[in-house]
């Protein structure tokens, strides 16, 4: 099954400031169709993941363009540029390049 | 508004079965694939099973393969987990979540999750 190793587990950080969170698979997510199938969610404190980003860098409908994600291959980051109170929680990442579907362990973001 | 409400949960002993529904409301449930993710206790996420619209392919990791079975009733817009031979690590939240046609993997909309306990 593919690895997907999230760094930092843990993240603190001010209201404003930017961070940004690394997902490194243990394969390479380009599928032979072209399409990269990486994407990353939120799950607030109490509530259930929410989707932010797919397809590595499109943006859900709705969610702030604070967020942004990038990447290739085996290394994908999602950036947040000024953290604001509402983005605190658990980021993931999940993979459905190569099955069975797999998720990151989670980076847990807080307030410093 | 797109909804996933799962219902079902509870205690249960080990080897025991129980079987999961999510209602689903706000959008045509007959023309997307469903999924079931769980979550362990202060745990990651892990994918549990998948549905085609129809209902005619199904696909589950090897963790729950064989004791798990998902399926759908589209006139009703409900999709199920059957889950037998339940042990201590199937506790856990169990969402029950949408697939968007846009990319695999695509969980796009999550229910509010249904707790399974797995317990003697």
């Known amino acids: 099954d593919v690895v997907l190793t999230q760094t930092p587990p843990t993240l603190s950080a001010t209201i404003g400031q930017s961070v940004s969170i690394s997902c490194r698979s243990s394969?390479?997510?380009?599928?032979?169709?072209?399409?990269?199938?990486l994407h990353w969610l939120l799950q607030r404190p109490g509530q259930s993941p929410q989707l932010l980003i797919y397809l590595v860098s499109r943006l859900e409908s709705g969610v702030p363009n604070r967020f942004s994600g990038s990447g290739s291959g085996t290394d994908f980051t999602l950036k947040i540029s000024g953290v604001e109170a509402e983005d605190l929680g658990v980021y993931y990442c999940v993979q459905g390049t190569h099955a069975p579907y797999t998720f990151g362990a989670g980076t847990k973001l807080e307030l410093k | 508004e797109v909804q996933l409400v799962e219902s079902g949960g509870g205690l249960v002993q080990p080897g025991r079965s129980l079987k999961l529904s999510c209602a689903a409301s706000?959008?045509?449930?007959?023309?997307?694939?469903m999924a079931w993710v769980r979550q362990a206790p202060k745990k990651g996420l892990e994918w549990v099973a998948t549905i085609s619209t129809s209902g005619s392919r199904t696909y589950y990791p090897d963790s729950v393969k064989g004791r798990f079975t998902i399926s759908r009733d589209n006139a009703k817009s409900s999709l199920y987990l059957q889950m037998n031979s339940l042990k201590s690590e199937d506790t856990a939240t169990y969402y029950c979540a949408r697939l968007s046609t846009e990319a695999r993997a695509l969980f796009d909309y999550w229910g509010q999750g249904v707790m399974v306990t797995v317990s003697s």
């Open positions: 394969q390479s997510l380009l599928h032979s169709n072209g399409n990269t199938y």
């Open positions: 706000g959008f045509t449930f007959s023309n997307y694939y």
